[in-house]
């Protein structure tokens, strides 16, 4: 388990017979009580297709009913109930030549950073930009992971918002995502990148119409959304 802020960890999963997975994919995961009630959330897939072990990225919710389980009770060796992978539209291969553009707010950065991390295993690395909201700097999930794989100057750019906290020093954007940020991070639209956004309903149509407000095209914009953090 891999300890990503004070309220998110990574869980490595030996996963027996698991057929694969597209990045942007994500599963199911069904817990069951000693009385047989049982509850079930999806989280995003965080991991390549290219490693062995799945790694499912969880935000502990108070009042959940899986993810304080994952979170704080779970040990090396027990067994979940998995089912997967799901979902065929929100997924990216490297084979996509276009310039890749990801939007993120807050844990909708998990399946975004499958892409990135199935782009730096590739032979062929697509030019990408990510643009990552979060509320403050103790919050931003993979920091020294998205630090390492920009520091690999291999065409990624990586952008930060906090919209709430700044640390002294911080010399990042620290707002809401707007359209002159946009402007600021985004592919030009001849180019005709493709486009991912993930992350809270509000935050993902906020991003979205800016976007097509923009010019581009409202098929080119593919979207996830979920509640508050994605699950419980």
């Known amino acids: 388990?891999?300890?990503?802020?004070?309220?998110?960890?990574?869980?490595?999963?030996?996963?027996?017979?698991?057929?694969?997975?597209?990045?942007?994919q994500h599963l199911d995961v069904r817990l069951t009580a000693e009385d047989g009630y049982q509850a079930e959330r999806s989280y995003s897939i965080a991991s390549p297709p290219e490693e062995a072990r799945l790694a499912l990225t969880v935000e502990r919710l108070d009042d959940g009913e899986v993810s304080p389980y994952l979170?704080?009770?779970?040990?090396?060796?027990?067994k979940l109930e998995l089912r997967g992978p799901i979902g065929g539209y929100f997924v990216w291969r490297w084979e996509d030549d276009r310039p890749l553009l990801l939007v993120a707010g807050g844990s909708g950065v998990v399946p975004l950073m499958a892409m990135l991390r199935h782009r730096s295993a590739a032979s062929h690395k697509t030019p990408a930009r990510?643009?990552?909201?979060?509320?403050a700097?103790?919050?931003i999930i993979y920091r020294e992971d998205l630090d390492r794989l920009e520091s690999a100057k291999d065409g990624l750019t990586v952008r930060h918002t906090l919209t709430r906290e700044k640390p002294a020093g911080w010399t990042g954007f620290t707002r809401r995502i707007d359209a002159d940020?946009?402007?600021?991070?985004?592919?030009?639209?001849?180019?005709?990148?493709?486009?991912?956004?993930?992350g809270p309903t509000p935050f993902v149509e906020a991003a979205a119409t800016l976007l097509v407000?923009?010019?581009?095209e409202p098929g080119s914009v593919k979207?996830?959304?979920f509640g508050a953090t994605g699950g419980g």
């Open 1 to 24: 388990m891999v300890e990503e802020t004070p309220r998110v960890r990574t869980l490595l999963l030996d996963a027996d017979g698991w057929p694969g997975h597209r990045p942007g």
């Open 71 to 78: 979170v704080g009770e779970l040990k090396v060796g027990d």
């Open 223 to 225: 979207t996830e959304r």
């Open 181 to 198: 940020m946009i402007k600021e991070v985004a592919w030009p639209i001849e180019q005709k990148p493709a486009v991912y956004v993930c």
């Open 130 to 135: 990510l643009l990552y909201s979060s509320r």
């Open 137 to 139: 700097f103790a919050d």
């Open 213 to 216: 407000g923009m010019g581009y």
